[in-house]
């Protein structure tokens, strides 16, 4: 039972990335996935959230307009794309699942989730 981050890499501001989180031994159909990423010396933060059958969406307000969520139950995967970043997007980004089936502003509480993945760098140079 696993998520597995990927994507990650260098991108000048202003660029765009697609981060991909790889879901192995549970089925997707019944788990919010949710991104979080960590800055070097801060903690983790939420990104963005996205309900089991992928109708809900949850931004934090710092990425909203840039960054979408998305997800393939049927390839057991999920995304998070990002654009227009800006150096404050550098992070290690993080994806997680929760099994909580109300979906409010209270899915982006760090503490509901239970499996994380690895974690994948996002640097952004100016």
């Known amino acids: 039972v696993q998520l597995q981050a990927s994507g990650g890499g260098s991108v000048q501001a202003g660029g765009s990335l697609r981060l991909s989180c790889a879901v192995s031994?549970?089925?997707?159909?019944?788990?919010?996935i949710a991104w979080f990423r960590q800055a070097p010396g801060k903690g983790r933060e939420v990104v963005s959230c996205?309900?089991?059958?992928?109708?809900?969406?949850y931004y934090a307000d710092s990425v909203k307009g840039r960054f979408s969520i998305s997800r393939d139950n049927a390839k057991k995967e999920g995304y998070l794309y990002l654009d227009n970043v800006e150096p404050e997007d550098t992070s290690l980004y993080y994806c997680?699942?929760?099994?909580?089936?109300?979906?409010?502003?209270?899915?982006?509480?760090?503490?509901?989730?239970?499996?994380w993945g690895q974690g994948t760098l996002v640097t952004v140079s100016s």
């Open positions: 997680a699942r929760t099994r909580r089936s109300l979906f409010d502003s209270g899915v982006a509480s760090k503490g509901l989730y239970d499996l």
């Open positions: 031994g549970f089925k997707t159909d019944y788990f919010v």
């Open positions: 996205i309900s089991a059958e992928g109708g809900r969406k």
